[in-house]
């Protein structure tokens, strides 16, 4: 998108808003459903930034426009940015947020304005504490947008479709009461859902409105005798409707939500997770309708996978691995006959191969192929208009980052390897070999259950700090089942709260993900998706219970870039069970050049 555009519609913007007699907008990245990736309607952020990060939050007033994003951003956004007169603010620790600096420069009596469609409870909460004391005023019933975006694409209206039977193993009907009892548990008598990922986990639906995740824009309203599924009636097919109606399920219009809670009194008490519901959604409730603020059921109940759920997964990641072996095998001959590859080849041939598999269904988030400099943007994406070819010039080298996953039917998948492209140094190696301590370190560790997942994140970081390194994102985030590839509630990050709705349980899925980012160099990451599973044979009882991680990704890990003087036996161990069970797992799934390059990158080492 070129700057001059950008511009243009931040002066648009800000002439609005000053019409408006407001002092500032707020343009967070969100939906009504506070959706991690956003149909194009509500891309706002982006539409007028030209910022491509999937998080992000814009400010503009009357003479000023910046935009916050987190360090995974930072070089990737000062780029977009350049020249758009929209300054590039870093989150991180003790550096104000866009809250802070409203609240520090804004002055009594101004006002700052935010469509209140995309803005969650919580987050309205944190502005109107810190604009107290101030006599700000914060607006959420005005879209300043409407006037200056004139050609914003409409809602998406891709179909629903079921969840397979085979792949399903609890129906709607008892997913739907143990929600109930949490309602009951929580001393509800309703309970709204606008988070889409638990509303198709609820009600074994899928659907195509959002890129890389099988979700529907919906809403559900249940009480302890109803359930209505708000939802665009195009969408849903008859046997949809039936297959609802027979769970107990009544379809409404998607628009109808805010009418229905309007019908709420203040003898009921309405249970809902203040981060997941904007502001408008509950427009029309009357002023006496009492919350319960806290976590859904759902997310909790989703997070936690039954053990045919796990089996599913288990084969989705055979044929991933497969796949993967089917696309190391093509990339690198193609590489040793000379041909000259980009990061977007890496892309394509990704695709090409993952979707001759079963039950493949698409991406499940856009591929981060980053070759040296690149690499080391945690989040970065080739374009068409700006990415960079796999060369090295003769006696050096190079490392290309490869982030990449799946959505199939029978699971999620999330795999990051890392590939030396020439001939790789002894800095390459070290640093490699580091991250790939810290992966093992939190695969082989045994921890309680329950202890909070935030908890957890040193024991991957300790061999990195231990050599005075560091990454700045997540070590670990939930994966879905056929769902987000993002999902909590369990997240191995020391940024994030330890609560209690945090805790690790058994056959929670989770990404082991360990990184080191040397700016403008290159970028390591080594990522396996991983299942909590309960110690089946503890040495100690008196401790309670322990976990474990099962790592069920499977694909070799590149032991080129392997300096084995700094493994211990234990890691060296380690990762030969891993490459055996690796070749094991996938031997009789391939063939030709990809099982000669499974069978030789599986090779142990000493």
């Avoid at 209140?116 to 914060?138: H, R």
């Amino acid at each position: 998108m070129s700057k001059h555009i950008i511009r243009d519609r931040i002066d648009k913007l800000r002439k609005n808003i000053v019409a408006q007699d407001l002092t500032a907008i707020i343009v967070p990245s969100a939906d009504p459903h506070l959706s991690e990736y956003l149909p194009e309607y509500w891309q706002a952020r982006l539409w007028l930034s030209g910022f491509t990060g999937s998080l992000g939050t814009l400010v503009v007033t009357a003479d000023f426009a910046g935009l916050w994003t987190d360090s995974r951003y930072w070089v990737h956004a000062a780029d977009e940015l350049q020249d758009t007169g929209i300054r590039l603010e870093k989150l991180a620790p003790g550096q104000p947020n866009h809250i802070n600096w409203l609240a520090e420069h804004l002055q009594e009596g101004d006002s700052v304005v935010v469509d209140g469609n995309v803005l969650s409870i919580a987050e309205q909460d944190k502005l109107l504490d810190a604009f107290e004391a101030d006599d700000i005023t914060l607006i959420t019933d005005r879209d300043v947008l409407t006037e200056i975006w004139t050609d914003r694409p409409a809602l998406p209206s891709a179909p629903l479709y079921q969840h397979e039977a085979q792949f399903v193993a609890q129906s709607t009907t008892s997913k739907l009461a143990a929600v109930r009892a949490g309602m009951v548990e929580a001393g509800a008598t309703h309970h709204l859902l606008s988070s889409l990922d638990d509303i198709a986990w609820l009600t074994n639906l899928r659907g195509a409105d959002v890129d890389y995740n099988p979700i529907f824009l919906s809403y559900m309203l249940i009480s302890a005798d109803s359930a209505t599924l708000f939802v665009d009636n195009n969408k849903v097919s008859a046997d949809i409707k039936q297959s609802l109606k027979d769970s107990g399920i009544t379809i409404a219009d998607y628009d109808a939500v805010q009418p229905a809670l309007g019908t709420l009194t203040p003898d009921d008490l309405l249970l809902l997770d203040p981060s997941k519901v904007a502001v408008g959604t509950l427009s029309q409730m009357v002023d006496d309708v009492g919350f319960i603020e806290q976590m859904a059921p759902s997310t909790l109940l989703k997070s936690v996978k039954s053990d045919a759920d796990i089996d599913h997964v288990r084969e989705a990641m055979r044929q991933d691995g497969a796949a993967l072996c089917e696309f190391f095998a093509r990339f690198e001959q193609r590489l040793a006959d000379g041909e000259r590859l980009s990061e977007l080849d890496v892309d394509s041939m990704l695709i090409e191969v993952r979707s001759q598999q079963p039950n493949y269904v698409s991406p499940s988030f856009p591929t981060i192929a980053g070759f040296n400099e690149n690499g080391a943007l945690p989040h970065y994406r080739a374009t068409p208009e700006k990415f960079s070819y796999l060369d090295v010039t003769e006696g050096e080298g190079g490392l290309l980052l490869i982030d990449s996953g799946a959505q199939y039917q029978n699971g999620t998948t999330d795999i990051t390897r890392v590939v030396g492209i020439g001939q790789v140094s002894s800095d390459h190696k070290r640093d490699f070999t580091t991250v790939l301590k810290a992966h093992i370190a939190l695969a082989s560790a045994y921890f309680p259950e329950g202890i909070s997942s935030p908890t957890i994140d040193a024991i991957c970081r300790a061999p990195l700090w231990q050599a005075q390194m560091d990454y700045g994102h997540g070590t670990g985030h939930g994966v879905g089942y056929f769902l987000n590839v993002h999902e909590g509630p369990q997240g191995i990050s020391y940024n994030a709260p330890n609560t209690k709705e945090r805790a690790m349980k058994a056959n929670m899925i989770t990404s082991n993900e360990p990184g080191l980012y040397r700016e403008g160099k290159w970028g390591i990451r080594i990522e396996n998706l991983v299942v909590s599973k309960a110690v089946t044979n503890p040495t100690e009882t008196n401790f309670g219970k322990f976990l474990h991680f099962e790592t069920v990704t499977y694909c070799p890990i590149d032991t080129r870039l392997i300096e084995p003087s700094l493994l211990s036996q234990l890691e060296i161990d380690w990762l030969n069970n891993y490459h055996r069970q690796v070749y094991a797992e996938l031997k009789d799934r391939v063939n030709g050049a990809a099982l000669e390059w499974l069978t030789e990158r599986t090779q142990s080492i000493k």
